[in-house]
């Protein structure tokens, strides 16, 4: 089954998944706030009474705690659990469709992973995609097509530059429509997935933005002048081109 199966157990994946997506709720709350992810500890933020270590395990502290403080009773936010388990998921899929990656590439792979769930829910919450995180994408990015050759680095660079200075000529034309956040995301995230698999993922991010944000704006009965972040849907059609390549390549030529 490949080197990370012998040496990597499947619990010892979800354990890191569930464990990474709560630190990611710290990330996606406290970052666009202005405030340090490491201090304080956590706490309840109704009451800001702090967290005991039992209080902080992920989903099944949740579930014991019935989605309440267990100070104040104030209701915890739902997304939180959400974020663990989808953490946990998205590894999982790594790990088992991805068997061809060394250890230190699924290591890369799990941290660009975090980044992308990170941005998603940062810019359903503010419309923005900060900056420190964005610059992180794309060193993970330089890191792996250096190291693994999964890109070469000559793809990374041309995924990037042709991806950025797409957007980039869009927001020009269009700037209502397109934000130097998704420009210097989009550039980013060329530089992780390479060409051509950074073409897979902004025709995937168009597809599912016309398909979700229609469906959106439809049900909430808003107009195309309210704003709808692009980064969750670039975010998704990364994962879909790490995670599912082949089979997007295969329903690709099946369609077309």
Known sequence: MGEIMAYIPVFFVAF???VGG???????FRLPAGKSIIHPRSHCPHCGYFLRAWELIPVLSYLLLLGRCSKCLGRIFWRYPAVEVLTALLFLFA???????TIFGLA?????ISLLVALTFIDIDTYRLPDRLVILVAAIGLINAITTGKPT???SLLGAIFAGAFFFLIAYIYPQGMGLGDV??????????G????????????LLGILIGGLWLKLTKKSLKNPIPFGPFLAAGALIMILFQEQFLE???FIF
């Open 195 to 206: 060409m051509p698999r950074i073409l897979g993922a902004v025709f995937l991010a168009s």
């Open 16 to 18: 890191l998944g569930l």
């Open 108 to 112: 890369l792979d799990f941290i660009f």
């Open 184 to 193: 210097k995301f989009v550039t980013a995230l060329g530089l992780y997935l």
């Open 95 to 101: 790990y088992f469709l991805l068997t061809e990656r």
């Open 153 to 155: 680095v000559g793809q």
């Open 22 to 28: 709560s630190f990611l709720n710290v990330v996606i």
């Open 251 to 253: 329903l690709y030529n």
